[in-house]
C-alpha cells in the first residue's frame, strides 16, 4: 500500500477490549516500523504507537519547518520536550516514524568495524540498508555554501575526498539525507509500504502502561501481552499467541554514552562538520553576506548539515539550555523569550558545528514514575571526561582552518577577527550556562560555554547490559528491545540509518529462526 493510504492504520479507540497477534511491537518508531512491515510478511502483528500519524503534518514534511515541530509543545506535538539536568533542552519523538519525523535528514551508514563490534551479519546488513534506502534516503544537492564548506575541509587537509557517500569514511564527503530533492522528507513511516496489509494492525494513540508476564513454575517470567491506553484513556489488552514475542522499540533512552555538542555561529548557517571520523571536530562562527544565503539554506552538507537550522523559529530546543540548580520555570520561559526576542535576521546566515562521536564521558537517567509518558531524569555530564574537551577543541582548530581557508572566503567577512566571531558566538542566547569572559579567546571554555545536543542519545538497554546479542531482555522470555537504546554509541555520522537497518535487519532475523524452528 502506498503511503498515507495505509488501510492497517486505525485510532486506538477502535480497537477491540482485548485482541492477539503473534508479535507485538511497542513503539512505530525508526526501528519499529521497519521491523512491523518486515514481521508482518507471515505473520500477524500489532504496531502500537502513542503518538498519531505524521502524514499531513507540514511541520513533519517540509525541511523549512524543522524547528517548528520541536517547538511545539501542544499535547499533540509530535515532539516531546524533555530538559536534562544539565540543563540542556532536547526532544523525544511521539509520532508514527518516531525521531525520523523530527530529526535533521542525515543518513548515513555505520562504519564496518561497528557493524563487526556488534556481531551482526554483514551481507544482511548491507542488505537492510539498502532495503531501507530504496524508499527513504537521497543524495542532497550541493549549492554554494556545501561547496565551500567541502572545499575548505580539504583546503584544511581532511582528506581524502569520498565524493557522496552513505559510507562512514575518514575524510571529508557528501552524506545522504531523507528529504528528497523537493525537500519532502521520507521517514520510517513510508517503510510500512512494504508491510503486507492482511499481517498488520498499526494502532495510533495507543499508549503501552504494561506488559503482563505469567511465570507458570518457569524459572524466567515470560512476556504474554501488553496493556495499552486509547486518547480516552480507555484500557486495551493485547495479548501474544505461541509464536512471540513482544518487542520494545521505544527508545528507552538511558543514556550512559552520550553527548554531544557543540556550537554556534553567528548569523548562521548550520552546518555540522565530521571530519574525522570519531575523532575531534570542531566549530567556528562565520558571518555570511546575506545575498549569498538563499542558495545555500536548504540543503545538508556532507558529514554534516544541517539545512534546517535557519528557520527563524527559534525555540528548537537545541539553542536553549539552562543551568541546573537554575531550572525553573521561570528560567525556562526567560530563555525561550530571550530566543524569540531574536530577530529573523540572526539567523539568516548559519552554523558549523562538531559532533563528538563516542565521547567517553557517561550519564545516568532515573525514572521518575511509571507513567511511560513522563520524562524521566537525564544527566549527560558533558565534558567530564577531559579527553572529551579535548576533542572539541581540537576539532574547533579545524573548523578555524576552514573557515580562514580561500574557499570559503567568499562567506567571512575580512575584518571580522575570529575572537569577534567566537565572542558573538557565546553571547548568541544559545544557552543560559554561566558566561566566561575569556570564552572567546580559550577553546576550552568557549566549549564549555556553548555546549548543546545534538540529539543522538543512546545507551538506555544496552547490548550486553540490558539485552543479548539477538536482543532479548536478559531475565525474562517473549521479550526483546529492538532500537536506538541498546547501542553503545552512535553508529556512523549519525543514527538513524542504523536504527531503520536495525528494524530489518531483526525482523528477518526473527522470522528465518522461526521458519528453521518450524
Ligand atoms: C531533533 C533531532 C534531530 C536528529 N537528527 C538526526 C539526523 O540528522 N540524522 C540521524 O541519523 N539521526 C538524527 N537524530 C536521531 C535519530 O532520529 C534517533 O536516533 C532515532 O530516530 C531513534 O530511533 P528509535 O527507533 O530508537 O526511537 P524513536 O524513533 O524515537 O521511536 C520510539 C517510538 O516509540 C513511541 N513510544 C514511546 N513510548 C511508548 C509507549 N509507552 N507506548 C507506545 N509507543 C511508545 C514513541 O512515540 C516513538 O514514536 C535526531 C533526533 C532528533 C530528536
Not at 545555500?296 to 527559534?314: E, G, H, K, T
Not at 507513567?371 to 572539541?392: A, G, H, M
Amino acid at each position: 500500500e502506498k503511503a498515507p493510504k495505509y488501510t492497517f492504520m486505525h485510532e486506538a479507540n477502535s480497537a477491540p477490549e482485548v485482541s492477539y497477534y503473534d508479535y507485538i511491537i511497542v513503539g512505530g518508531g525508526t526501528a519499529g516500523c521497519p521491523l512491523a512491515a518486515t514481521l508482518s510478511q507471515n505473520s500477524t502483528v500489532l504496531l502500537l504507537e502513542r503518538g498519531g500519524s505524521p502524514y499531513g503534518n507540514p511541520n513533519i514534511t517540509n525541511l523549512e519547518a524543522f524547528g517548528e515541530a520541536l517547538s511545539d509543545l501542544s499535547p499533540s506535538s509530535p515532539s516531546q520536550r524533555f530538559i536534562s539536568e544539565d540543563g540542556v533542552i532536547n526532544a523525544r519523538a511521539r509520532v508514527l516514524g518516531g525521531g525520523s519525523c523530527l530529526n535533521a535528514g542525515f543518513y548515513t551508514r555505520a562504519a564496518p568495524l561497528y557493524v563487526d563490534d556488534a556481531g551482526w551479519d554483514g551481507l544482511l546488513v548491507n542488505e537492510s540498508y539498502r532495503w531501507v534506502e530504496k524508499k527513504v534516503a537521497f543524495e542532497p544537492p550541493m549549492r554554494l555554501w556545501q561547496s565551500a564548506v567541502r572545499n575548505g575541509l580539504l583546503e584544511a587537509g581532511v582528506t581524502p575526498y569520498n565524493g557522496f557517500t552513505y559510507d562512514h569514511l575518514i575524510g571529508t564527503k557528501v552524506g545522504g539525507t531523507i528529504f528528497d530533492v523537493e525537500g519532502h522528507r521520507h521517514t520510517a513511516a513510508d517503510l510500512l509500504e512494504y508491510a503486507n496489509p492482511n499481517g498488520l494492525t498499526v494502532l495510533l494513540h495507543a499508549s503501552v502502561h504494561k506488559i503482563m508476564f505469567r511465570i507458570n513454575g518457569k524459572e524466567k517470567p515470560t512476556a504474554q501481552g501488553v496493556v495499552f491506553r486509547d486518547a480516552s484513556g480507555i484500557k486495551h489488552r493485547s495479548m501474544l499467541g505461541p509464536v512471540g514475542p513482544i518487542i520494545s522499540c521505544i527508545d528507552s533512552f538511558l543514556l550512559s554514552r552520550l553527548l554531544c555538542q557543540c556550537i554556534t555561529l553567528n548569523n548562521h548557517i548550520f552546518g555540522m562538520l565530521n571530519y574525522r571520523m570519531s575523532k575531534q571536530s570542531g566549530c567556528k562562527a562565520i558571518v555570511l553576506r546575506p545575498p549569498q544565503l538563499a542558495t545555500v539554506i536548504r540543503d545538508q552538507y556532507s558529514a554534516i548539515l544541517m539545512s534546517n537550522f535557519l528557520n527563524p523559529n527559534l525555540q528548537i530546543g537545541q539553542l536553549s539550555t539552562v543551568p541546573p540548580k537554575e531550572r525553573t520555570p521561570d528560567a525556562l520561559a526567560k530563555a525561550i523569550d530571550a530566543m524569540q526576542q531574536l530577530e529573523p535576521e540572526a539567523f539568516i546566515g548559519g552554523f558549523i558545528l562538531e559532533k563528538i562521536i563516542g565521547p567517553i564521558s557517561t550519564g545516568n537517567l532515573l525514572l521518575r514514575s511509571k507513567n511511560p509518558n513522563d520524562n524521566p531524569s537525564v544527566t549527560f555530564n558533558y565534558f567530564k571526561e577531559p579527553q572529551d574537551l579535548q576533542r572539541c577543541i581540537d576539532g574547533f582548530k579545524i573548523i578555524e582552518n576552514v573557515v580562514e581557508s580561500k574557499s570559503f572566503s567568499e562567506f567571512k567577512y575580512d575584518f571580522l577577527s575570529l575572537p569577534f566571531l567566537l565572542n558573538l558566538t557565546v553571547n548568541a542566547p544559545v544557552n543560559l550556562l554561566p558566561k566566561h569572559a575569556n570564552a572567546s579567546t580559550s577553546l576550552e571554555q568557549f566549549c564549555k560555554d556553548t555546549v548543546m545536543t545534538i540529539w543522538h542519545y543512546h545507551g538506555g538497554c544496552q547490548v550486553g547490559r540490558v539485552v543479548d546479542p539477538d536482543y532479548k531482555v536478559l531475565g525474562v522470555d517473549a521479550l526483546r528491545v529492538i532500537d536506538g537504546s541498546t547501542f553503545n554509541y552512535s553508529p556512523g555520522t549519525n543514527p538513524q540509518a542504523t536504527v531503520m537497518m536495525l528494524g530489518r535487519y531483526m525482523g528477518v532475523r526473527i522470522l528465518k529462526e522461526r521458519l528453521e524452528g518450524q
